[in-house]
């Protein structure tokens, strides 16, 4: 149980184009969901907190009208990068939490995301 | 705000061996849960072993267990055994008040045959 799912697993994009990433609870609901980025060789940084129903949280720096993440129900939440440019070109993370089970993350696979 | 230090940035263990990563938070919650996860070479992030700060007793699983000292704000990991497959980037890390995880900076394990 406690599966993550992620689509897509890597894309590759021309600069100014959006591109959407969607993250998946495929056995449990999830009214909470996380968005990471990871540089190569360094550690997950949060991004975003996604709460089904409202508005995310974004962490400080991260730039709202960039990543706008939309959680519609308790199974999907979405990030899009709009107008992406090369410095968005990262590994892109999300994770949700499991009813009951306190704090415990379960995290997709990733999105590897290229921008040309 | 959480902190999650973890000081070594490389270990390496032969087979069969054991070894021990270590890690030291801060956080300002009063019940709180820790975690260490491996991230191997596919990036995917695996939960390894759960610990809850207000037991005493140290969580173990399988060949993982940790050393919890609460009030030293340490929470290392112990792996016995070691085997090809444990090599991985491992992380600790520690939750805040909206669920939110930071993670440490990530320690490379490398085992050695």
């Known amino acids: 149980g406690a599966v993550v799912s992620q689509h897509p697993s890597w894309v590759i994009c021309k600069s100014g184009t959006s591109v959407k990433i969607e993250c998946r609870s495929l056995?449990?609901?999830?009214?909470?969901m996380f968005w990471y980025r990871q540089f190569p060789k360094q550690s997950l940084m949060l991004m975003a907190t996604?709460?089904?129903?409202?508005?995310?949280?974004?962490e400080q720096g991260v730039e709202k009208d960039k990543f706008l993440i939309n959680h519609a129900s308790l199974t999907l939440s979405t990030l899009t990068v709009t107008s992406a440019h090369p410095e968005d070109s990262s590994f892109y993370i999300c994770?949700?939490?499991?009813?009951?089970?306190?704090?415990?993350?379960?995290f997709g696979p990733g999105t590897r995301l290229t921008v040309l | 705000a959480q902190t999650v230090t973890q000081s070594q940035p490389e270990m390496s263990v032969q087979e069969a061996e054991t070894v021990t990563l270590s890690c030291t938070y801060d956080?300002?919650?009063?019940?709180?849960?820790l975690f260490w996860y491996k991230q191997p070479p596919s990036r995917q992030m695996i939960l390894v072993i759960r610990?809850?700060?207000?037991?005493?007793q140290n969580a173990t699983e399988n060949r993982f267990s940790v050393n919890f000292q609460k009030a030293a704000k340490s929470f290392s990991l112990k792996i016995s055994d070691s085997q090809l497959g444990d090599a991985a980037m491992y992380f600790c890390?520690?939750?805040?008040?909206?669920?939110?995880?930071?993670f440490g900076s990530g320690t490379q394990l490398t085992v050695l045959p």
């Open positions: 994770s949700a939490g499991a009813s009951g089970e306190t704090d415990t993350q379960y």
């Open positions: 056995d449990f609901q999830a009214t909470t």
């Open positions: 996604s709460n089904e129903g409202s508005k995310a949280t974004y």
């Open positions: 956080t300002s919650e009063s019940d709180y849960y």
């Open positions: 610990q809850e700060a207000y037991k005493q």
């Open positions: 890390a520690c939750p805040g008040s909206a669920r939110q995880l930071t």
